[in-house]
């Protein structure tokens, strides 16, 4: 896949009580899908943002490697200070699950993580798409009101239920993992489905 790193940074925006979707414009933030070589300033930027989970670098190479079309890379002067990665599930393809999003603690405040995922769901890949879902642990509610507000701009319901157990899942190692689910709903003015899948 050709990098391309000149994508003006926009977004899926609901506007006030409608359900009209209009662009909005982040100054000097550029979004865009990642490259294979952005794996490494990825792997650096989730090392900068506890709690989040760290991958090793090749995991995150192969993310934007083969998950490019379904994750999101935010730049600001050349730093990449955002990330989400998500891909299409094999047995439901009208949802995506989101992975991680990720965001440099100098860029939080403005909502990006919300945008990385709205930008996603914008792009023809995702035509067809009319849920989404993501887990989160039960102490991270900055995670939780990101995608409370997702929720929000989709004008969809939105539900938390346990998927893997602290013990019974994860060996007593981990917190456990709620599934946040997201839909139906749809997106306006996107384009017809990528039959190149």
Not at 9 to 16: D, G, M, N, Q, Y
Not at 45 to 74: E, G
Not at 111 to 120: Q, R, V, Y
Not at 169 to 181: D, N, P, R, T, V
Request: hydrophobic share 40%.
């Amino acid at each position: 896949m050709q990098c391309s790193r000149n994508r003006k940074f926009v977004s899926i925006e609901r506007e006030l009580h409608d359900r009209k979707f209009a662009v909005e414009l982040l100054n000097d933030v550029v979004i865009r899908p990642p490259c294979v070589t952005d794996g490494a300033s990825v792997n650096a930027l989730i090392a900068r943002c506890p709690p989040l989970d760290r991958n090793s670098l090749y995991c995150n190479l192969l993310q934007c490697a083969h998950f490019s079309a379904t994750s999101a890379l935010a730049e600001q002067e050349g730093k990449v200070i955002g990330f989400a990665s998500g891909y299409r599930l094999p047995d439901e393809p009208e949802t995506l699950f989101i992975w991680q999003v990720a965001v440099d603690r100098i860029a939080r405040g403005r909502a990006l993580g919300k945008h990385l995922i709205l930008d996603i769901l914008s792009r023809p890949v995702c035509a067809g798409v009319s849920m989404l879902k993501t887990t989160v642990t039960q102490s991270n509610s900055a995670s939780q009101a990101m995608f409370d507000k997702t929720a929000a701009v989709l004008d969809a319901p939105h539900r938390r239920t346990l998927l893997f157990d602290r013990d019974r899942h994860l060996g007593g190692s981990h917190s456990s993992e709620f599934l946040i689910s997201i839909g139906p709903f749809q997106i306006p003015g996107r384009d017809k489905p990528d039959r190149r899948r």
